[in-house]
């Protein structure tokens, strides 16, 4: 019984022991590194953070950027047909062969 209560009493002031300013200038390394791991986790959460936003965006970028090549090929194919070029150049003067062309040779 006179060996509980020594414990009782140890473990009571024990915290004591862990408060003193001895103690705590002997576990400041430790406390600092532990404030470095905190800060890096949180920093490495917002560069993730942004890291994705910067992903999202250029994928959005990359999306429109098709529809816009998609819609600039449509027009293209629409106009190299040859009734919208006869359409195209009929203010230039310029008319349909109706024959076949000639073909000139050096001989």
């Known amino acids: 019984m006179a060996k509980e209560n020594l414990e009782e009493q140890d473990s009571k002031g024990n915290w004591k022991k862990w408060l003193s300013y001895h103690t705590m200038v002997r576990q400041l390394p430790f406390f600092l590194f532990l404030t470095v791991l905190a800060v890096l986790?949180?920093?490495?959460?917002?560069?993730?953070?942004?890291?994705?936003?910067?992903?999202?965006?250029t994928a959005?970028?990359?999306?429109?950027?098709?529809?816009?090549?998609?819609?600039?090929?449509?027009?293209?194919?629409?106009?190299?047909?040859q009734s919208e070029l006869m359409k195209?150049?009929?203010?230039?003067?310029?008319?349909?062969?109706?024959?076949?062309?000639?073909?000139?040779?050096d001989k």
């Not at 986790?41 to 965006?57: E, L, P």
């Not at 959005?60 to 047909?81: D, N, P």
Request: proline letters at 4%.
């Open 60 to 81: 959005k970028e990359v999306k429109e950027l098709q529809y816009e090549y998609k819609i600039v090929k449509s027009e293209m194919m629409f106009r190299s047909k």
């Open 41 to 57: 986790y949180i920093y490495n959460g917002h560069y993730a953070d942004k890291t994705i936003r910067n992903i999202n965006k």
């Open 88 to 105: 195209a150049v009929g203010p230039l003067g310029l008319k349909e062969l109706k024959e076949s062309p000639i073909v000139l040779s």
